[in-house]
């Protein structure tokens, strides 16, 4: 029923900049969270950033002041500018959508690997 497309990955330098974007598609419930998870290799999926429908935000310490989640409701599209990128940023990315009304179903897009070198 509903669908998330992750595009923007790839390889960059340390210091270097991405932006993942996130396309959903489906039947979209207004009152919804999306977000970030990243997984790299022998780890577990962790959040990265979210971000509700009404603008709230929130993002894990690793990444906070490098990396900026944004949403575009109108295009049900989710964004994730990263700036100040570190081989430790290295993982997959996978886009999160979670309707916080009814059941609370939640949704995963196929994940776009990010790759930082040093």
């Known amino acids: 029923q509903v669908q998330l497309v992750e595009s923007g990955g790839g390889l960059v330098q340390a210091g270097g900049s991405l932006r993942l974007s996130c396309a959903a598609s489906g039947t979209i419930f207004s009152i919804n969270t999306m977000g970030w998870y990243r997984q790299a290799p022998g780890k577990q999926r962790d959040l990265v950033a979210a971000i509700t429908n009404t603008g709230s935000t929130n993002y894990a310490d690793s990444v906070k002041g490098r990396f900026t989640i944004s949403r575009d409701n109108t295009k049900n599209t989710l964004y994730l500018q990263m700036n100040g990128l570190k081989p430790e940023d290295t993982a997959v990315y996978y886009c999160?959508?979670?309707?916080?009304?009814?059941?609370?179903?939640?949704?995963w897009g196929q994940g776009t690997q990010v790759t930082v070198s040093s």
């Open positions: 999160n959508l979670r309707f916080d009304i009814r059941s609370g179903v939640v949704y």
